[in-house]
């Protein structure tokens, strides 16, 4: 009876896919009929599946040639929508990869909510669109600037980006806009402010050896923490303005500000709890520089051996800052315990319950979230609500009271945002 079927790891199936040939389940010695061919399967049949711990179908030998159609329809549907959408889907092309490495090494990610009609740039902005970079339309045709920006600058909803040889030029025009917006509207001050940070924490990421880079963190985090007890009501313009394309600046940055709101929504004082706090979730990746960039920024999933490589950052990331700095020891709490979980099954140490710190409990909340929310070349980025309700399903990993917390700070500030916005 054995010898009649093959089994199929359930991934191999895709959802809204119809696949034309019988699925079976195995029952201990036997095989009963799950889905007859020619009906779609639905997102509902998986989870199903999942929830009842079912990791593999079985097709009949006698489908094989029928099966294996099937999945060489499935990989030519996967390779042209990764050409023809470049971020969509994972990368098949060579070409492709080659060029979306390109692009994370030479430019830098801005927000568009700094720019308004009527301002004079001195220096070029661009689209990031389909794994390609466009000039802006007030840039196109003119080489040289400054640049005045119109009421089309930046209409399209899609990533704007500027060229790593001007960021000292960007960096001199959000410090402007951060002395023109102090007694301007907080949303406006949260946005100059929150690019400056991003570009403090790229700095540390480029050399974190440094200790002046560190000193720019540290006062980075202070104003930060400043802002946000200030306007612990409306912060949400610190906090991403949309999930797009992972980056590590971007998401430490995100951590930051996320972990310093749930401190300040659970009653840490500032000084040193909310600071440190701060400090330790800028840096909480900073082992991710000693990480093989290619790796990092991998346009699709990591392989089982690639992601051990990878859970290695957490402890480069200590090592190199014990080796270059004093810091106080609450500092390395997040950058050592964000990937640990309450039942003991997260890394590098499998630490559970009261072993991790309240630092520990904050980060690795925040960080999951964050990762959740973005969005990455193989996989889209889940809304606000899709990703507490996973956490919610697996709330057993996290401290509760804290998840509860984080939840109910979440939903007020993106009451905020959408009165803002």
């Not at 009649?4 to 699925?23: E, H």
């Not at 007030?138 to 704007?160: A, I, Q, V």
């Not at 992972?246 to 004082?269: D, E, K, Q, R, W």
């Not at 991998?298 to 051996?305: M, N, S």
Request: net charge negative.
């Amino acid at each position: 009876m054995a010898e009649q079927f093959f089994p199929v790891p359930l991934r191999r199936i895709v959802v809204d896919t119809v696949p034309n040939f019988d699925l079976f389940i195995r029952q201990k010695d036997r095989y009963v009929l799950y889905r007859k061919a020619n009906i779609k399967f639905e997102r509902t049949f998986l989870n199903n599946l999942i929830e009842n711990k079912i990791e593999s179908l079985y097709v009949s030998k006698a489908d094989l040639k029928l099966y294996e159609k099937y999945r060489e329809d499935i990989r030519v549907e996967q390779e042209r929508t990764a050409k023809s959408k470049g971020f969509s889907g994972i990368f098949i092309d060579p070409g492709e990869i080659t060029r979306y490495h390109e692009i994370l090494d030479n430019y830098h990610v801005v927000d568009r909510h700094l720019f308004e009609p009527g301002q004079s740039l001195t220096f070029p902005v661009f689209y990031h669109e389909n794994n390609d970079i466009y000039l802006a339309e007030d840039f196109e045709g003119r080489p040289e600037g400054p640049w005045e920006l119109t009421l089309e600058s930046f209409s399209k909803d899609l990533e704007l980006l500027i060229r790593n040889e001007d960021k000292p030029a960007y960096r001199m025009f959000v410090q402007g806009l951060m002395t023109d917006l102090k007694a301007g509207p907080v949303e406006h001050q949260a946005t100059a402010l929150r690019e400056m940070s991003k570009m403090v924490v790229k700095d540390v990421l480029d050399d974190p050896r440094s200790g002046e880079s560190i000193k720019s963190a540290n006062t980075s985090v202070q104003g930060l923490v400043e802002f946000i007890m200030e306007n612990d009501a409306s912060f949400y313009s610190l906090m991403k303005i949309s999930g797009h394309d992972y980056y590590t600046y971007v998401h430490s940055m995100n951590v930051c500000t996320f972990c310093i709101g749930l401190g300040t929504a659970i009653g840490l004082p500032k000084s040193p709890d909310l600071e440190l706090l701060g400090l330790g979730a800028m840096l909480h990746d900073v082992g991710k520089s000693l990480v093989d960039p290619l790796l990092i920024n991998k346009p699709g999933r990591l392989t089982d051996e690639e992601f051990q490589k990878m859970k290695d950052h957490v402890l480069l990331g200590v090592n190199i800052l014990k080796e270059n700095h004093e810091l106080p020891d609450r500092v390395y709490e997040p950058v050592a315990q964000h990937h640990e979980k309450m039942t003991g099954i997260g890394y590098p140490y499998g630490l559970k319950d009261d072993q991790i710190t309240q630092f520990g409990r904050i980060s690795s909340i925040v960080d999951i979230y964050d990762a959740l929310t973005t969005e990455r070349s193989y996989k889209k980025a889940l809304s606000p609500f899709e990703a507490l309700s996973f956490l919610s399903k697996t709330q057993k990993d996290y401290d509760n009271n804290l998840l509860t917390q984080f939840i109910l700070m979440l939903g007020k500030q993106i009451e905020q945002k959408a009165k803002t916005y």
